[in-house]
């Protein structure tokens, strides 16, 4: 598998699943190729298919098999036809990206998972494989201008990061250098607001650290007295109280934060739409800018519609930037009769009436 793109569909999220009395011959087969018994596994889905030529869960099934044998172009035949034959359907779009990210055709699988985002806004996976695509298609621009000027620092800073960001996985370079190496591809790619890096420009840190600096200068050798007796006030009775109060607040905030994204979870796994739309503060930041009506009356018919949802918050990570501030990031793991997905998020949070609630949801 490309080490570029690493999430391919496994399961087909069907409306018109398959009767039941094909699910356990599908089954079997499924369990077959997961055993590695490949040859065998694609011999008896050739044999369903010849009986349900037009059955999608058959097709996509045989286009995971064709993709575990490394026949990778007869995978692609596969599950572009299914795309063409069900184009409401997102994974085989997502499976298709995978494929042509394999063969470093990298604008092919930009556009096939635009068009696997366009059926499901929400589909966390493509919108991963997309910004995957999104760095390697900036790392090869930054490659050219180089080759272009070569004496361009900016271009050689950029594509180093690039090259890190590629190298070590998006989440673990977001987790190394958070800001500048996402929104360096961000940049370059101009692209997207599910990455959700939406913070002040990378020069930003470098001009933070010389005012830091300069602070202690400007109090000036004029006044040595003045300066002492300032900073042994406020130095006696900080040690000890105050800071152990402070973290202790912090503690507490960040199990609250924790908490209430659990809920959160929890409402939704429920299918209580109204428990789960209480977690969104009044100025929530809609996905892609519609209406609160109009998002509300779509994630209602997204909850209502599966028979059953499962959804678990994995890794927590609690990031407090003021008082009533903060954000919690995890990667959410999505599961309902029609569809498995696992992918990071970040939900910015405020503070209304000592609650916490979602300002904004981010898809990194």
Known sequence: MHSLLRRIALALSLALAAAAVHADELQDINRMMRQGQLQQSLER?????????????????????????????????????????????????NNLAVLYAAQGQYEKARIALEASIRTHPSYATAHENLGDIYAKLASQAYDKALQLDSSNTGAKTKLAMIGELISNGSRAA?????????????????????????????????????????????????????????????????????????????????????????????????????????HYAKDFKTPKGESRADWEKARTLRISAPKKIEVEVESPKVSISGENAASVSFRQVYRSDRIKAAGTKTLVMVKANGKWLIHEERVN
């Open 174 to 278: 977001r987790g190394a250098a958070p800001a500048e190496p996402a929104r360096t591809a961000q940049a370059a790619a101009t692209s997207t607001a599910d990455s959700g890096k939406t913070g002040a420009a990378a020069s930003a840190k470098p001009a933070a650290e010389p005012k830091a600096a300069a602070t202690p200068k400007t109090g000036a050798e004029p006044k040595p007295a003045e300066t002492k007796t300032a900073e042994r006030k406020p130095a006696e009775p900080k040690p000890t109280q105050p800071p152990a109060k402070a973290s202790a607040a912090a503690e507490g905030e960040s199990e609250a934060l924790v908490k209430t994204v659990r809920g959160w979870a929890s409402a939704w796994s429920r299918k209580d739409v109204a428990g789960y739309l209480a």
């Open 45 to 93: 889905i050739d044999k369903f298919l010849a009986g349900k030529p037009r059955d999608a869960q058959g097709r996509f099934l045989k286009g995971l098999i064709l993709t575990e044998m490394n026949r990778s172009n007869e995978a692609i035949q596969v599950f572009q036809k299914l795309s063409e034959d069900y184009p409401e359907l997102p994974e085989p779009y």
